[in-house]
C-alpha cells in the first residue's frame, strides 16, 4: 500500500497499530493512525487546514548536485507553478535558495505555505540540505564540522550553479534567504562569494564571535564543533563573520529582525546594514517590535513575505500584479 506522505516522523508502534506525524508538499503535516492488520490510515488531527486547491502547489523534487571536493550535495526543487499563468516564451525564473537553520537540522519535503508563496508567483526555489545536514548518514553529518561557513556556503552557492546549467533558472536573477544560523550561510554566501545578486536575511548571525559570547546556554559551546574552540581560534571566528568583511559584499540584501530577539540581538543586523549604507548598497531594514527569534504575529509574518517579494521586485525589476505596502530601500537610486 502507498501511503501519501513523503515524509514521516515520531513514528509509535503496538502490536495492533502505528501512529506517526505524516505530510507531503500538497499535505500538512497530520497525525495519523494506522492499522496493521488492514493497512487502513486515519487522520486524528491536521497541523493546519489550506483552504487553496493543491492544482497551485508546486511539488518538489529531490535533487543531487555536484560540490566542493568531488562529492554530492543535496536538495529539494520547487520549479514555479500556477495554472493561471504562463511565463514568457524563453523567460527562466528567477530562483530563491533557501539555507535551513539549525544549522545540523534538515528541510524536508513537507507542505510549506511560505514556499509555495513564491512558486505561485513565479520564482523557482532551492531549498538546500547542505553538508552537515541529518538525514544523509554520519558521514554527511560530519562535513560541517569545523567548517560551518564554508561546506553550507559551497553547497548553496553549488546548488544555485547546477539549476543554472540545467537552463532551469535565470543566472542573473539569484537569490539566497535565510533565518538564524541559516541567515549566517546567506550572509556569508552573499560576501564570501559572487553567485547570488540579492538576498534576505532573517534574523541571521553576522558576528560568529559575538554569537559564541552571547548564545543562550542551550546551544553553549556548539560552535566548538562547527568553528574552532573559543577563545583560542578567534581568528577563525573572525575570518567568518560577515561583519568583518562588509568591503566584500557587493549586492542587495534585506533584513529581518525581531527587537526582542535574544539568540541573535538586533545590533548584528543594524551593524550590517550602516555597513550596506555607508557602502551605497540598496539595502533595506524591517524590524519589528515584540518580535524575539523568529516571527509570531500573523501580521509580521505576512508583511515579511510581502517585504521580500518586494524588494526582489526592485533588485530584479519585474512588476508586481498584487498591492504590496512598499518597503524603504536606501541608496534605491543607484539601482
Not at 533557501?98 to 509555495?116: D, E, M, N, V, Y
Not at 549586492?251 to 525581531?258: A, E, H, L, S, Y
Not at 509570531?296 to 509574518?301: F, M, S, V
Amino acid at each position: 500500500m502507498l501511503l501519501p506522505y513523503t515524509d514521516i516522523s515520531g513514528l509509535r508502534v503496538t502490536s495492533s497499530q502505528a501512529v506517526f506525524l505524516g505530510g507531503s508538499a500538497t499535505l500538512p503535516t497530520a497525525l495519523v493512525t494506522m492499522n496493521l492488520s488492514t493497512l487502513e490510515t486515519r487522520v486524528i488531527r491536521e497541523s493546519s487546514r489550506v483552504e487553496v486547491d493543491s492544482s497551485y502547489f508546486s511539488v518538489p523534487e529531490a535533487i543531487a548536485f555536484p560540490t566542493e571536493q568531488g562529492l554530492t550535495a543535496y536538495g529539494f526543487y520547487y520549479p514555479p507553478h500556477n495554472p493561471d499563468y504562463t511565463a514568457p516564451d524563453g523567460e527562466k525564473p528567477p530562483l530563491i535558495v533557501k539555507s535551513h537553520g539549525g544549522p545540523t537540522a534538515a528541510t524536508t519535503s513537507s507542505f510549506s505555505l511560505r514556499i509555495q508563496y513564491w512558486t505561485s508567483r513565479g520564482f523557482a526555489v532551492l531549498d538546500v540540505n547542505y553538508g552537515g545536514s541529518t538525514g544523509y548518514g554520519r558521514d554527511y553529518r560530519l562535513r560541517l564540522d569545523g567548517q560551518w561557513g564554508i561546506v553550507d556556503v559551497d553547497d548553496c552557492t553549488n546548488g544555485a550553479k547546477y539549476l543554472v546549467a540545467q537552463g532551469l533558472v535565470d543566472p542573473a536573477k539569484l537569490a539566497i534567504a535565510g533565518g538564524s544560523a541559516g541567515g549566517f550561510t546567506t550572509l556569508a554566501a552573499l560576501t564570501f562569494r559572487d553567485t547570488f545578486q540579492a538576498g534576505a536575511s532573517y534574523y541571521g548571525v553576522s558576528d560568529l564571535e559575538a554569537l559564541a559570547k552571547d548564545t543562550h546556554k542551550f546551544e553553549a559551546r556548539y560552535l566548538d564543533r562547527l568553528i574552532g574552540a573559543y577563545p583560542a581560534q578567534k581568528q577563525l571566528y573572525m575570518d567568518r563573520s560577515p561583519i568583518h568583511a562588509v568591503d566584500r559584499l557587493a549586492c542587495p540584501v534585506i533584513f529581518f529582525q525581531g527587537l526582542e530577539d535574544k539568540v541573535v540581538p538586533p545590533n548584528q543586523a543594524e551593524m550590517m546594514v550602516e555597513a550596506l549604507k555607508q557602502k551605497g548598497l540598496p539595502v533595506a531594514y524591517v524590524a519589528y517590535p515584540g518580535e524575539q527569534h523568529g516571527f509570531r504575529k500573523a501580521e509580521n509574518i505576512k508583511r515579511t513575505l510581502e517585504g521580500e517579494l518586494y524588494f526582489y521586485s526592485q533588485i530584479f525589476g519585474f512588476h508586481l500584479t498584487e498591492a504590496i505596502e512598499p518597503v524603504e530601500i536606501f541608496n534605491q537610486d543607484v539601482l
